[in-house]
């Protein structure tokens, strides 16, 4: 046989029966035929072949393979030089995008082009798939785009859609087209449906583009742009901008939720841009990173809290790709740029941070009188611990720096330049019996003012231009640990029998106790400009006392380890900390000496006693319980519980209390009682059902925070994600449909 090269081709034939007519010309098989070709290969109950033509015919039962294309038919016709053909109620299966094509008669024409009469496209497997695009004819090149004409969409075979015309894009890798729709309900702002379109511009960037419309406000307009040229070079942007058909020229016509803030919004232009960068600049040593994040108003946040460019779903996305986080929703917006090398033992940067300050503009304060601080720019260098060049073997000195240039600015207030340079030696004394580290430094810092604008008189007169301050500290360390064997050795032995049973072989328990001491003059600083808390060195002379500790566990897991001629029962080994309990305090030596408010305030030298525990006896279970507990009062002043529970294939359960009690002593005040509790559970007992719910709630005042159910079924080929929320500001009903890489 030839193929299209002219080469000569062999093509294997195998049958119950095989008949030569007309001096081998032609050739038949019959019952379990195959034409075998490397890979590819020709099914079927009979075969003719036509060696002058290099053509054959199929009938019955047909399975086809040649090259990526997977067919199914009950007659078929090939010319195998050209790889062209026919079939007759014929399928096709594209492996990619998971899609089967079928019709009444298939042709495929030369590459990946195909021809269908009646045709009908679906991603669902089945004999009844879930849903499916029908046409009358249609005309699909793979890993391209599909042309239908006469087009219904089907539910379950029951149309529900038509168009005339129709393009599908058949690509196996992303697909250019319209996703589909979100849409659903809120109390505060009615119906809303949203339609993203998505354009897969290359193989390392895409750009979506969205419509939303929303009954009480309009339409709004969101583009989202994505590139990653490499898993280190990569950013997000989106930016959602509307006309708002409403405004809020007073506080008390605000919507619920949003009255009790003291600000107005009286802009009908709203938007948020956000987005976040990882890359370099030029060369890869020069890592550059950019977050930015600015909206219209105080209010956008809170408001718009509906389909998946809201702020919680844009928070998760930005945290899962970049590792970094927005601000709180209700706090000022932050953009900042940062570029930063590192050398062996040196490290610069160079960046720049602005803060948006909710409370400006919108009919509310005024940019003139805007203290926000903003930091344009800021540089840092730091020389890493490290060895001196030459030292003595017997006193292992150690030396760090790290230094600051920053120019701060705002319109409203004091402005200037700040540097800072802090170097300090260490001497890490290491024996058998443990560790002391001594550490000496010393904070020089000059300051360049501008303007002087103080906007609080008990932070001095901010005309100062330098300080010094010493440093001192010395930390005490040791270790005891013992190890307590749990399985003998040997009497554990992997056989084939026993393949995934897994035993605790041992047991080790370490004891760590470290000792601080901490000491900072307390050098007058009022003089100085106040920009943040390092304007403020506090003064310090604390000893600090902690024990840890740690429970942890060797296991052995039997497994079945491949080798040269065949495979093997081996323990292959894990560790991990069970158990981890740490109890924390300090002495305050300034406290104890103090002479001023003492008919108000007793010394209370002693800090409360932090109790930390985290537990995980079991690959399914979490306890992390972190208690503070006052000496004085003998009563808990803080705690934060969480207990989780996980199990694969079936979900995971998430159970924490915060709670924080009024304090007023005098080295800290904390006026409000706060108990806040949240439970957030996951479960899919019940495949393809799934349910998820969340619930907060703030114990102390008796109220609900969030109560948010969600109800998911996920099939083969679409998820469907049902969701109801309710927070004292509004209720919401939404709707989600996802068909994963089909777009229409």
Known sequence: MLNEDEES???????????????????????????????????????????????????????????????????????????????????????????????????????????????????????????SVSAGSATIELDGYSQLWGTSFAIKDTSVSYVPYFVLPMKTSRQTGF????????????????????????????????EQWIERRGMMSGVEYRHQYTPYDKGWWRLDAMWDNRRHRAEANEPRGLDNDGLVRTNPERFWLRGMFDGSLGDPRWKMKMDLDVVSDQNYLREFKQSSAAYYPTRKTLNEHFGRDLQEIDQNRTSEILVSRDWERVGIAFGARFEQNLDVGNGNITSRRNTTLQRLPQFDMFLFKGGLPVQSPAIPIEFEAEGQAVNFFRHNGTSGSRFEIHPSVSVPLVSEYGTIIPKAGWRVTQYNTDKVQQLDTDRGTGRGTQRDIPDFSVAAFTELARTFEVTPEGSFLPTADNVGESRWMAVRHSFQPRIEYSHVPNVNQMDNPYYDVNDRIEPENELRVSLTNVLSRKAATVTMLDGEHASAPALEYSYKDVMRFRLDQAYDFRESERTDHLDEYKRRPLSDTMAELSF????????????????????????????????????????????????DEYKRQREDRLRIFKTEATLSFFKPWSFRTLYRADVEKGTDLEKTVELVYTHQCFEIIAQFSRTPDDDSVNLYVKIPGLTF
């Open 9 to 131: 081709v062999v093509w294997s034939l195998h049958a119950d029966k095989v008949t030569s007519l007309n001096d081998s010309k032609v050739m038949e098989g019959e019952g379990n035929v195959a034409l075998r070709q490397g890979d590819d290969y020709l099914k079927a109950d009979f075969v003719r072949y036509f060696a002058a033509t290099n053509w054959v015919l199929l009938r019955g039962n047909v399975e086809v393979k040649l090259g990526e294309d997977l067919m199914e038919a009950e007659e078929a016709e090939f010319d195998l030089g050209n790889r062209i053909g026919w079939l007759k109620n014929g399928k096709v299966f594209v492996d990619g995008p998971h899609m089967y094509l079928s019709g009444e008669r298939v042709n495929k024409h030369w590459g990946d082009f195909y021809s269908f009469k009646n045709a009908k496209i679906t991603a669902c497997d089945g004999d009844v798939p879930a849903w």
């Open 179 to 210: 996703l589909f729709p979100e849409f659903g309900y809120s109390k505060r702002l009615g119906v809303w449906y949203s339609q993203p379109f998505y354009w897969a511009i290359n193989e390392s960037s895409d750009l979506t583009i969205s």
């Open 616 to 663: 995980s006896p079991m690959q399914y279970v979490d306890v992390t319980n972190r208690s503070f507990w006052s000496p004085y009062t003998g009563s808990i002043t803080s705690h934060e519980h969480l207990l989780g529970f996980y199990l694969d294939d079936v979900g995971r359960i998430d159970t924490g209390l915060d709670f924080r009690d009024r304090i």
